[in-house]
Each structure stands twice: as structure tokens, then as C-alpha cells.
């Protein structure tokens, strides 16, 4: 049975043999070339399975990265817009550079600190260039705002070697005459206008008034609403007083000190405030041109806290 099947299977070796040889060349080459392709083809499709496995596994993991990374842009842009709030409120007041809290100015001689958002790690890593710059604008601030302060604290000086201490206005000392310290708000302005040409400088310290309202003991610049300045309670020291004052807002030296405050108070709020736009601009681009532009590009860093904490 076994060579009979044997027989047969040579007799089938044989037919499909001479079937081969009595096809021309070129077909017989052109079914090897068939062959060849779909042999070739299941080849390569079975080596392609685990490339293509590596090349959709990798696209998946660099889409969770770049989510993961846009998810933390989102939470810096957002921290950043909290601290750009504040520094809107930048102004120059008087000289001095402050920041409003609302409508409410925080503005007083003594203390003219400036209170500004330092950045975060995550964001100083991300945006170096930035937080650098905006280290050294507070930094000028500082600098301008300590000069500003000596420059009041000469004038305090002036008045009280005339024998005019100077008080907070809510500060009642029982000893008359004295100087508020809302004085220098209106002698700056006074000054400023002065040094700028002005054939009329506002408040008026060539006309040291008196208000009804207020009482024959409070003195105020004419102009200036009802702001008192000083306080005397006698004729002669009244007299006196308005000497003291008229005589100091009229000191050259102390105007143009003041009026050079002022400009560089406006040149560091200017600054300021380009930097806010460049800051909002480039979070901006990164935001609308994911994952940024050749200038400023969102990446992975290496110093940045929160990055170590999603990708390591």
C-alpha cells in the first residue's frame, strides 16, 4: 500500500513536471517573480509586526508625554496670570514706585516696600530668561524706592532742624506746630511741575490757606482739597509754619531731586509693564502654536520640580 501511494505521488511529481516544462521561459519566470513577491511580501509583513508594535507603542507614550506637558503649561500660564494680576497695579506715585491694591494705593512715606510675585521654581526653570529679567526689575525697584526714602528722610530733616517735627496724620503729639507727612505728596507734585516749566505748579505752596471746615489750625496748599499739611494753633506759630514751607518748596536742590525720582519712578513702571506684555505674549504663542515657536518652546526641564515628578 505504502509504495502504491508512493507510485502515485512520483506519477503527480512527474505530470505537474512536464506541466512546468511545457511552459515557455517567460512565463515560467514571470510565475517565479509572483512567487517570489507574495513569498517576500508574507516575510516582511511578519518581520514588520513588532516594528510596527514599537512605532504605535512609542506614538502612544509621546502623546501622554506631550498631554502630561501641556497639562503643566496650563498650570504655570495660570500661576503666571495670577502674578501678572499684581503687576498691573504697578504706578508711580509721587515719586516712588507702589502697588494698588484695588483702588486703594499703598502709599505712605515710610514704608513704600514693593510686594511682588517672586516666581516659582517650576516657572523659573521653564522661563530663565524672564525670571531673570523680572528679578532685576524688582531689584531697580528696591534700589529707587531706598533712594526715594533718603530723599524724603532729608526733607523730614529739613523741617525738623526748622524746629517742625513731622507726625503722621493720625497722630496727635499734643505739642504744636508740626508738619504731616501728607506733605510730601503735594511738594513732589509741586516740584515736578516746577521743574517741567509750568507757570502755574500745582498745588499752589506760594499760597498757604486755611479752610473754614477744617478750623483756623490746620494749614493746607491751595489746591490741594482738604489735605492738611501742618498745624499751629497760634497766630505766630501759623506764621512761622507757612515760612518754613513756602521757604522749602522753594529750594532748588530738593526740585530737582524730586522731578528725577518721578521719571525714573515712570522709566521702572514702563518697564514693568513691557514686561508683563512680552511675558503675556510669549505664554500666548506657546499656548496658540503648541508647543511653541522657535523663540519660546515648551519643553521638559530638567530644574523644573514638577517635571521630575511626571516624567521620573
Known sequence: MKDSGFLQESGDAKIMLQFWQSIPEPGQQAIIGILATIIGGAILYILAIPVRRFIVGRHEKNRERDNKLNTHFAE???EAKSDLSEVSNVVEMYGAVVVRKGSVPLYHPN????ELPKFSDSFTAHFPEFADKWIECVRKILDHNKSYRQLVQNIRSSFESS??????VNQQPGVSPYIYENIYQPLFNWWK?????????????GNIETKPD???NYLLAAGWGSSAIAYAETEEDRERCKHAIHR???????EKEAALMIELANQLVHEVREFKSELVAALDDIEKYWPGTRNYRFKESKNCPRCKDLFH
Open 76 to 78: 504655570i500660564k495660570e
Open 111 to 114: 514704608f513704600i516696600g514693593i
Open 163 to 168: 524746629g517742625f517735627p513731622v507726625v503722621d
Open 193 to 205: 511741575d516746577r521743574h517741567q516749566g509750568k507757570s502755574r505748579p500745582w498745588p499752589d505752596f
Open 214 to 216: 477744617l478750623g483756623p
Open 248 to 254: 522749602l518748596a522753594q529750594n532748588k536742590d530738593y
